[in-house]
């Protein structure tokens, strides 16, 4: 079945720490997406990418890394420098740019220990 | 202010009950879509609306571009149906979220 693939599914970092969550898509889509959501709020955009090789910032990306070296895989990396980083990540995609629907996967929750 | 509200914030039901649920927007948009998030965690879309309205099943979306406006309603309501349900705007680079819907329905 196509579909997103985020892991793990629960993630813990320990202070001065770097952590990467996974997302994976077979779904041949272009464009990627990763949110953040708190609660009480909206899900935020940290970074999206067009296209391989290529990305940019979202609402809230700093503390946040990514790449997307390959079209199917879209990791971010939560830094150091990210001093709140204790939230619900969820990573998106859709088939193109000026597509509208977009798909997402089932999250991962990362806290702090 | 929020670009995207909705409301109510939280909402309870008992089975077979009728729903609505509000979404109010400021800005003008290419679309506006429906999503549900169950409770752990994943996110489905529901509907995507530019005009009119849109049926599938129990779930009824439309939409009101000159009020700025969209409900979501749900007929005949059933625990099933107990999730968060989001509001989110597309601009033409990005999706705007509302805070969600909680909706919980008792047998």
């Known amino acids: 079945d196509g579909g997103i693939t985020q892991s793990p599914k629960y993630l813990f970092r320990k202070e001065g720490q770097n952590v990467t969550l996974s997302c994976e898509q077979n779904l041949n889509h272009d464009a990627m997406y990763w949110y953040r959501q708190d609660p009480g709020q909206g899900l935020r955009l940290i970074y999206y990418?067009?296209?391989?090789?290529?990305?940019q910032k979202g609402d809230i990306a700093e503390g946040y890394s990514v790449s997307r070296e390959k079209k199917e895989s879209f990791p971010l990396t939560v830094t150091s420098a990210q001093k709140n980083p204790t939230a619900f990540y969820l990573c998106a995609s859709k088939a193109g740019f000026a597509k509208n629907i977009q798909y997402f996967g089932a999250g991962t929750r990362l806290s702090v220990l | 202010k929020n670009e995207v509200e909705q409301s109510p914030q939280n909402l309870t039901a008992q089975e077979g009950e009728f729903i609505t649920i509000n979404c109010s927007y400021s800005?003008?948009?290419?679309?506006l879509h429906w999503l549900q998030q169950h409770p752990g965690g994943g996110i489905v879309s529901l509907f995507m609306l530019s005009s009119g309205k849109k049926k599938h099943g129990r779930l009824i979306a439309t939409i009101n571009i000159q009020e700025k406006h969209s409900s979501l309603h749900i007929t005949a309501s059933h625990p099933r149906d107990s999730a968060v349900y989001i509001c989110a705007v597309s601009y033409p680079d990005k999706l705007i979220f509302g805070t969600g819907t909680r909706l919980q329905v008792f047998p």
């Open positions: 800005v003008g948009i290419s679309a």
């Open positions: 990418s067009q296209i391989v090789n290529d990305f």
